[in-house]
């Protein structure tokens, strides 16, 4: 039965899964148990050794060892961060090619060994793998999750709220559609304690900040080589709202049956995942721009050969 044991497992322990463990350790959650496994056991049982020798002075106590995909069958959740990195000379759709194949062996074992959980996918490109999650693991849609775009969300408000010298948490406004290049921001339903933003700012500054947020991950993989503390407070948000039952609205990734498509859109979710994807009135413009963001992940999905 579905959150009995508080127990996670995080398949990847490079950046990403390892920054999500220990955001986890660094808030109070209900989990109580973090399996980490990887390609690399060596890795994942290093990882596992750090992480513990934490414990004694992080804000919550979390058991966490490394193991196998054995360890799936009785976990609450399975959150997926493996994949492989993009070569030099290697087109995205070579990468993407490849990691959906990664995909197919990773849900193959996790659901050979009985898991019946909720799939939490946050590997690139993340709403084409969850997709593809949905269709290997055969779980119902609700319970195959993409960290879809609230680490986007998260950057506009943030941007916003700089703007505007208000708490980013007093900003709702959503990214929506593909984790990537074609996502939009739905500018007419943003607002702050009921204004809209699009009285606030003129559309220049708005044009400025949608653009700042869709290019910040490059700027970021430019300087450091990689993201991970960000994505890694987002996964945890969704975690609790799944484990707490908060019903938070979060823009997750979801198969939307009417695109026959996963992508980014404010969505309740709750214990037992997604309970619904919001039915929003987008303006015209929004429209069409969400469009081509589907139209793009529907080109990805349909390019793969199996």
């Given at each position: 039965?579905?959150?009995?044991?508080?127990?996670?497992?995080?398949?990847?322990?490079?950046?990403?899964?390892?920054?999500?463990?220990?955001?986890?350790?660094?808030?109070?959650?209900?989990?109580?148990?973090?399996?980490?496994?990887?390609?690399?056991a060596?890795?994942?049982e290093?990882?596992a050794?750090?992480?513990?020798?934490?414990?004694?002075?992080?804000?919550?106590?979390?058991?966490?060892?490394?193991?196998?995909?054995k360890?799936a069958?009785?976990?609450?959740?399975?959150v997926?961060?493996a994949?492989?990195?993009?070569?030099?000379?290697?087109?995205?759709?070579?990468?993407?090619?490849?990691?959906?194949?990664?995909?197919?062996?990773?849900?193959?074992?996790?659901?050979a060994?009985?898991f019946?959980?909720?799939?939490?996918i946050?590997?690139?490109?993340?709403?084409?793998?969850t997709?593809?999650?949905?269709?290997?693991?055969?779980?119902?849609?609700?319970?195959?999750?993409?960290?879809?775009?609230?680490l986007?969300?998260?950057?506009?408000?943030t941007?916003?709220?700089n703007?505007?010298?208000?708490?980013?948490?007093?900003?709702?406004?959503?990214?929506?559609?593909?984790?990537?290049?074609?996502?939009?921001?739905?500018?007419?339903?943003?607002?702050?304690?009921?204004?809209?933003?699009t009285e606030?700012?003129?559309k220049?500054?708005?044009?400025?900040i949608s653009?700042?947020?869709?290019?910040?991950?490059y700027?970021?993989?430019?300087?450091?080589?990689?993201?991970?503390?960000?994505?890694?407070?987002?996964?945890?948000?969704?975690l609790?709202?799944?484990?707490?039952?908060?019903?938070?609205?979060?823009?997750?990734?979801?198969?939307?049956f009417?695109?026959?498509?996963?992508?980014g859109?404010?969505?309740?979710?709750?214990?037992?995942g997604v309970?619904?994807?919001?039915?929003?009135?987008?303006?015209?413009?929004?429209?069409?721009?969400?469009?081509?963001?589907?139209?793009?992940?529907?080109?990805?999905?349909?390019?793969?050969?199996?």
């Amino acid at each position: 039965m579905l959150m009995d044991n508080n127990k996670i497992m995080i398949v990847g322990t490079g950046n990403v899964g390892a920054s999500i463990a220990f955001a986890i350790m660094n808030q109070r959650t209900p989990i109580n148990e973090i399996i980490l496994t990887d390609i690399l056991a060596k890795d994942a049982e290093g990882e596992a050794m750090d992480l513990r020798d934490a414990l004694a002075t992080a804000p919550s106590y979390v058991k966490i060892k490394n193991g196998t995909y054995k360890d799936a069958k009785d976990c609450d959740i399975v959150v997926i961060t493996a994949g492989a990195a993009q070569k030099p000379g290697e087109t995205r759709m070579e990468l993407l090619a490849k990691n959906v194949n990664i995909l197919k062996g990773m849900i193959e074992q996790i659901m050979a060994s009985g898991f019946d959980g909720i799939l939490l996918i946050v590997s690139n490109p993340m709403d084409v793998l969850t997709y593809y999650a949905m269709k290997f693991s055969g779980l119902p849609s609700e319970k195959v999750i993409g960290s879809g775009t609230v680490l986007d969300s998260a950057r506009l408000r943030t941007r916003i709220a700089n703007y505007l010298n208000v708490n980013p948490q007093s900003v709702h406004a959503y990214q929506i559609g593909e984790h990537g290049d074609t996502e939009l921001t739905l500018w007419s339903l943003a607002d702050i304690g009921g204004q809209k933003v699009t009285e606030l700012l003129d559309k220049k500054t708005r044009s400025d900040i949608s653009e700042f947020v869709r290019n910040e991950a490059y700027s970021i993989i430019e300087k450091k080589g990689y993201t991970c503390y960000g994505i890694a407070t987002c996964v945890v948000q969704i975690l609790n709202s799944i484990f707490n039952d908060e019903m938070r609205v979060l823009p997750v990734s979801s198969f939307d049956f009417f695109s026959d498509t996963s992508f980014g859109f404010p969505s309740v979710v709750g214990r037992t995942g997604v309970i619904r994807r919001l039915d929003l009135k987008l303006s015209e413009h929004e429209g069409v721009e969400l469009q081509k963001s589907i139209n793009a992940l529907k080109k990805a999905i349909s390019s793969i050969k199996l």
